[in-house]
């Protein structure tokens, strides 16, 4: 009797699964450069009041 080969499992990569990654990727890096940008711009603005 002879049986078939062995099947190792297969990985789909789904490219919109990839796409969207990218997206939130992007999104979360936008979102902290703009916190980052309103917090050092409030920042300096309250040293500077006390100069």
């Known amino acids: 009797m002879d049986l078939p080969a062995p099947v190792s499992p297969v990985i789909t990569v789904n490219p919109f699964s ?3 990654e990218r997206c ?3 999104a979360k890096f936008l979102m902290f ?8 711009t409030r920042n ?5 009041d006390y100069l």
């Open 33 to 40: 450069r703009c916190v980052n940008t309103q917090w050092q």
């Open 44 to 48: 300096s603005a309250s040293v500077s």
């Open 24 to 26: 939130w990727t992007t």
């Open 18 to 20: 990839r796409s969207i």
